[in-house]
């Protein structure tokens, strides 16, 4: 089984700039993806950003474009989000999970492990 543990998240303050990140450990494998997902209360649990097990592509919300770069050190293990220009409706907890298909994209019934979250919040 594969363990995820989000860390990074906090209060701040709308443009302020946050980076996440995920520490995998356990029966990993090469191959997966890894991707973010957020989810607002009272929202649906959303997809954010995904990235291929090579790091070659990366996928990203229409709304965080611009904003949020997503990055892996397979070395670590480990799953980075930076966000920037950080908006009030960002705020949410922050997932990240494991797609053993390896493509990274928005479908959350592919993704297989899932970590507890980190809380975003964002003030205007």
């Known amino acids: 089984q594969v363990q995820l543990v989000e860390s990074g998240g906090g209060l701040v303050q709308a443009g302020d700039s946050l980076r996440l990140s995920c520490a995998a450990s356990g029966r990993t494998f090469s191959g997966y993806a890894m991707g973010w997902f957020r989810q607002a209360p009272g929202k649906e649990r959303e997809f954010v950003a995904g990235?291929?097990?090579?790091?070659?592509?990366?996928y990203y919300a229409d709304s965080v474009k611009g904003r949020f770069t997503i990055s892996r050190d397979k070395a670590k293990n480990t799953l980075y989000l930076r966000m920037n220009s950080l908006k009030p409706e960002d705020t949410a907890v922050y997932y990240c999970?494991?797609?053993?298909?390896?493509?990274?994209?928005?479908?959350?019934?592919?993704?297989?492990?899932w970590g507890q979250g980190t809380q975003v919040t964002v003030s205007g």
């Open positions: 999970a494991t797609d053993p298909r390896g493509w990274g994209r928005a479908d959350a019934g592919s993704y297989d492990y």
């Open positions: 990235i291929t097990w090579s790091g070659g592509s990366t």
